[in-house]
């Protein structure tokens, strides 16, 4: 097992990942770019965790959590304008829109942790 598939931020935003590609699959109408753009924005929050977590500085971990962080704005961006459109219901867009919420939480205590570990490091050196 790969150690990123360990962390629960990780776990979280995978299901997240596999809800909006059910629910974008059944949809019907929904503007091909705006599908698409959905599609990738998901996509983009777990695999930048999981590439951010092979790399071997923090500064590179951090970044790439940054990235799968903004991943996940963009996705709510992209709830906003898919609810506006009637496109998905206020029961999607708020379970939707609270997990992502978390997952951002969850994102930034893991870039916490990272920099607590990396500053504990260098002091032992």
Not at 37 to 52: D, F, V
Not at 66 to 78: D, L, N
């Amino acid at each position: 097992m790969f150690s990123f598939e360990k962390l629960s931020v990780y776990k979280r935003a995978h299901l997240q990942n596999i809800k909006v590609l059910q629910i974008l699959t059944l949809a019907v109408g929904i503007d091909p770019f705006l599908k698409n753009q959905m599609k990738r924005a998901s996509m983009s929050i777990i695999l930048n965790m999981a590439e951010g977590n092979g790399r071997e500085s923090w500064k590179e971990k951090n970044y790439f959590l940054t990235v799968s962080r903004g991943s996940a704005f963009e996705c709510v961006a992209i709830l906003d304008t898919l609810k506006a459109l009637e496109h998905i219901n206020d029961q999607q867009y708020n379970e939707l829109y609270t997990e992502y919420e978390e997952i951002s939480r969850m994102l930034i205590g893991l870039k916490k942790s990272l920099r607590r570990s990396s500053v504990q490091s260098t002091t032992k050196l």
